[in-house]
């Protein structure tokens, strides 16, 4: 069966930093682009990052560019996001999640995305 996993998330104080994976099983990983998406309290998903099949196209939501880093690893069939200079703002459940078509590579739009693990849980505080 397609089975995605997160794993990587935990309570983390302001500055501080997590890696997050998202390991695959189930398909073909090298096909697909792989995104970040996360759900804070009181908010709708919304997108974090996503990575094209090569690694070729990579996409920021504005609000973590320069801090967070995505990555995969098709050997494995892992994707990573690096969180670094974590805020307040960044506490959420974090999905990982695979896009529906082959084509549109790199896009970062929920509706693009038809699979979805079931989350780890960030916690940013003091």
């Known amino acids: 069966q397609l089975q995605l996993v997160e794993s990587g998330g935990g309570l983390v104080q302001p500055g501080g930093s997590l890696r997050l994976s998202c390991a695959a099983s189930?398909?073909?990983?090298?096909?697909?682009?792989i995104g970040w998406f996360r759900q804070a309290p009181g908010k709708e998903r919304e997108g974090v990052s996503c990575?094209?099949?090569?690694?070729?196209?990579?996409n920021y939501a504005d609000s973590v560019k320069g801090r967070f880093t995505i990555s995969r690893d098709n050997a494995k069939k892992t994707v990573y996001l690096q969180m670094n200079s974590l805020k307040s703002e960044d506490t959420a459940v974090y999905y990982c999640?695979?896009?529906?078509?082959?084509?549109?590579?790199?896009?970062?739009?929920?509706?693009?995305?038809?699979?979805w693990g079931q989350g780890t849980q960030v916690t940013v505080s003091s």
């Open positions: 999640a695979v896009a529906k078509w082959v084509t549109g590579q790199g896009v970062c739009v929920i509706a693009d995305f038809g699979s």
């Open positions: 189930g398909f073909t990983l090298d096909y697909y682009t």
């Open positions: 990575i094209s099949s090569s690694g070729a196209i990579i």
